[in-house]
């Protein structure tokens, strides 16, 4: 079994002639499958896999993973690039409007830049759900993730705007992407809103598999007490955790502790990172 996982888009990136770019894009390449999950924030994604050489013309599927700006608003420029339709997974939700608002700033939209019908004019064909959907025989969404443990939260900033007021977004289109191996589990996170302890105890549930072999991508953890990330990295060791790659919303300061704690094990998934197992 080869799978092949190319980070297209990140805050940072790994090499020359790259774009770096707020946000989240990933390649995985499983059981003769191109699924693209997420899109980045603009143009980056896709400017980045014309530099790498990869070619987006052919994806079999694309999946989103929550309806933030910063993972759904270089679709457009992805949809542009392929042949014909595609179908594009995503929650429900991925088209509420959401909003960020600090305890002392101001609000400020951070939903899908883009109405529905741009996409489908492009060749979108998308599938709403919240239950899991199965893109091969070894790889599935998460669909919505439920939170099992007492120490990880959606934070404190996100909102969704309803009939004008803004009330807390519990973040249930924020959804992974789990890919059975031979090693055990690859874990593939957007940003992990719902808590990748929880994401890794539903993907476990989900696919009847225990071992977790690769966590690669957003944890959510930028911000996180301290108390917060000594139950996170507890519980990634308890799980068996063989390769850690973070990107995106963990931040510099946690990534750094994980760094120390996984050793060898823990690697900067950012923009042109190749991971061929």
């Known amino acids: 079994m080869s799978i092949r996982i190319v980070t297209l888009s990140e805050n940072t990136a790994g090499r020359v002639n790259l774009l770096a770019e707020w946000g989240l894009?990933?390649?995985?390449?499983?059981?003769?499958?191109?699924?693209?999950?997420?899109?980045?924030?603009?143009?980056?994604?896709?400017?980045?896999?014309?530099?790498?050489?990869?070619?987006?013309?052919?994806?079999?599927?694309?999946v989103?993973?929550?309806?933030?700006?910063?993972?759904?608003?270089?679709?457009?420029?992805?949809?542009?690039?392929?042949?014909?339709?595609?179908?594009?997974?995503?929650?429900?939700?991925?088209?509420?409007?959401?909003?960020?608002?600090?305890?002392?700033?101001?609000?400020?939209?951070?939903?899908?830049?883009?109405?529905?019908?741009?996409?489908?004019?492009?060749?979108?064909d998308f599938k709403l759900t919240s239950e899991p959907v199965w893109l091969s025989q070894n790889t599935v969404t998460s669909g919505e993730i439920a939170m099992t443990t007492e120490y990880e939260d959606t934070g404190s900033m996100f909102y969704v705007k309803e009939q004008g007021k803004l009330r807390p977004d519990p973040l249930l289109d924020d959804q992974a992407l789990f890919v059975k191996s031979d090693k055990g589990l690859i874990i593939i996170l957007g940003c992990a809103h719902r808590g990748v302890v929880s994401t890794i105890r539903h993907a476990q549930k989900l696919t009847g598999l225990e071992q977790i072999y690769a966590v690669v991508g957003g944890t959510h953890l930028i911000g996180a007490s301290p108390e917060r990330l000594d139950s996170t990295i507890a519980a990634l060791k308890g799980a068996g955790v063989r390769m850690l790659g973070v990107s995106h919303c963990t931040g510099l300061p946690a990534s750094v502790i994980l760094a120390r704690e996984f050793g060898q094990a823990f690697f900067f998934n950012n923009a042109g990172t190749l991971v061929n197992l």
């Open 64 to 124: 989103l993973s929550h309806g933030h700006l910063d993972h759904t608003g270089g679709l457009l420029r992805i949809l542009n690039m392929i042949k014909g339709e595609v179908e594009v997974i995503a929650h429900p939700d991925i088209w509420a409007l959401k909003y960020s608002k600090p305890p002392q700033g101001s609000e400020h939209y951070i939903g899908t830049p883009f109405r529905r019908e741009a996409a489908e004019t492009l060749g979108a």
């Open 25 to 62: 894009s990933i390649l995985v390449e499983v059981d003769g499958c191109r699924i693209l999950f997420d899109t980045g924030l603009t143009c980056s994604a896709a400017y980045n896999a014309i530099a790498l050489g990869v070619d987006l013309s052919q994806l079999d599927r694309i």
